[in-house]
């Protein structure tokens, strides 16, 4: 049952009407948990204005692999025939002058072979598009980094036709670890970020790599960047998990803040984001503030099939910077001490600039399993045509650190919330589907939800059904029974 919800509250006769109209398309508050998640899961439909990997015309984009690079190139072997030797152990003796003779030499078509040991630099900066990168072992070749708040461990601009496989990227960093996300680290160290694309670069596959020991983000696609796939790869322990951008996972982003009304960057190669992948991918706790964040109009990006734990804020956040038509499904999201996934932020202003405020339109989260999170999904501060179907909240026992919510409708419209199961959230306090209003946020008004749909969801052992705390709410269609 639907009833429609407007701020002028409905006479009572008006609701009765409502709901009995509502009715006739069927009440869908019955079966299972997992019923529900299979139906919803074989039934589901591509969201409006093809999110994700999709062309305008919604025919799917296949994001093309790298040209082959089948000649190896053995990084000690090619050294040494230059005069240069690599020492593999874990030490200040820098093997920077000697990886930096062998990537100048190699063609494209090359894969230069890193075998297990350690390799101490400050930063490859790779040169020459269709060049492999590829260690021994993930765990076993490690690229250790000088570099301290500053710079790349490695960076990939301008180029096309890379992999970079089986390593792990570190840094000389040993300093403290810090949990606190309202304060930066004072002993926080190491690159800004492990690996950075951007400035026109494409057809990029990062695969089966670490990063560890940064202060920013562990893999940054940045603006510029697009046919990339990040995939198999864990980042944990950064170095600070503070305000400012630090302590990401994983980042897809387009150039920079911008407020204007459409894409600023769209069809700019050094600047627009779009078709990244990241697949089965992980981050781990406690020292990540943020799995993945998505923001500056990056657009129709799929985050899938990837397990973030334990993060200090929201798990997968679309940062309010415009973000649009990006699918997000698939993935298990665990212990999150926010949200597990997040549209719109507030805060982020400095040097006179607006701060975050709106998500994008027409992304498209569905059919991800959010377990023991603080909240399941919440959607805020003026972001608008979102569509929330088909995922699991469940199973939040204990983790309070604030209000514990499964939805939260925050100031937004135009929102379609549908065939979501949210069971067994016996925290105090938890409330599966909450209204509220946001306060003024960068150049967003205050409001509330609005033009939002909610209907056919399940809500199973997990405290108040519905609760609306919004002043600011109206023309909503919202499930009357659960």
């Not at 998640?37 to 204005?49: C, E, F, G, K, Y």
């Not at 980042?251 to 078709?275: C, E, Q, R």
């Not at 379609?416 to 925290?427: D, K, L, Q, Y």
């Not at 946020?441 to 909610?454: A, D, F, M, R």
Request: aromatic fraction near 6%.
């Amino acid at each position: 049952m639907n009833i429609r919800n407007r701020k002028a509250r409905m006479p009572v006769i008006g609701m009765i009407m409502a709901i009995l109209l509502a009715g006739c398309g069927g009440d869908s508050t019955t079966g299972s948990a997992s019923t529900a998640r299979m139906l919803a899961t074989t039934s589901i439909t591509v969201a409006p204005n093809n999110p994700g990997l999709r062309e305008p015309d919604g025919t799917l984009h296949v994001i093309p692999a790298p040209s082959p690079a089948p000649t190896i190139v053995n990084v000690l072997i090619r050294a040494a025939e230059l005069g240069k030797s690599i020492d593999l152990a874990d030490n200040a003796s820098s093997d920077q002058a000697a990886i930096d003779a062998v990537l100048a030499t190699v063609a494209p078509g090359s894969t230069v072979y890193f075998p297990n040991g350690t390799y101490n630099v400050s930063t490859i900066a790779l040169k020459k598009s269709g060049v492999h990168i590829m260690g021994q072992s993930r765990d076993g070749s490690i690229i250790k980094s000088s570099l301290s708040l500053t710079g790349s461990a490695m960076s990939i601009m301008g180029l096309h036709d890379i992999v970079v496989s089986q390593l792990t990227f570190t840094s000389t960093w040993a300093g403290t670890y810090s949990t606190d996300t309202g304060n930066n680290n004072p002993s926080a160290g190491g690159p800004l970020n492990m690996i950075a694309t951007g400035k026109n670069t494409y057809n990029v596959t990062i695969d089966s790599i670490v990063c560890e020991k940064f202060d920013r983000i562990g893999v940054r696609i940045g603006g510029g960047s697009h046919d990339i796939v990040v995939k198999n790869s864990i980042a944990r322990n950064a170095t600070d998990v503070g305000g400012g951008g630090a302590g990401y996972g994983f980042v897809i982003m387009g150039d920079s803040h911008s407020d204007a009304t459409t894409n600023p960057f769209l069809g700019n190669p050094l600047k627009d984001t779009y078709f990244v992948k990241l697949d089965n991918n992980t981050t781990l706790a406690p020292y990540i503030r943020h799995g993945v964040i998505v923001q500056y109009w990056a657009h129709n990006n799929l985050i899938t099939n990837s397990h973030f734990d334990g993060t200090r804020l929201d798990s997968i956040d679309l940062h309010g910077e415009d973000e649009y038509a990006n699918e997000i499904t698939g993935n298990p999201v665990t212990n999150s001490q926010r949200a597990a996934i997040a549209l719109g932020n507030s805060g982020g202003g400095h040097d006179n600039v607006v701060g975050h405020d709106k998500t994008g339109v027409d992304n498209w989260i569905h059919d991800n399993d959010l377990v023991g999170n603080t909240l399941g999904i919440s959607v805020e501060f003026g972001t608008q045509g979102t569509t929330i179907e088909g995922n699991t909240i469940r199973d939040n026992a204990s983790l309070s650190p604030v209000s514990p919510r499964g939805i939260v409708l925050g100031n937004s419209s135009g929102t379609r919330v549908s065939g979501n199961t949210i069971a067994n959230n016996t925290v105090p306090g938890f409330v599966a589907f909450y209204l509220k209003d946001n306060a003024a946020e960068g150049s967003e008004p205050e409001g509330g939800p609005k033009n939002w749909t909610i209907t056919g969801n399940t809500v199973t052992n997990s405290g108040m059904a519905f609760k609306d705390a919004a002043e600011h709410d109206s023309d909503n269609t919202i499930q009357a029974t659960w």
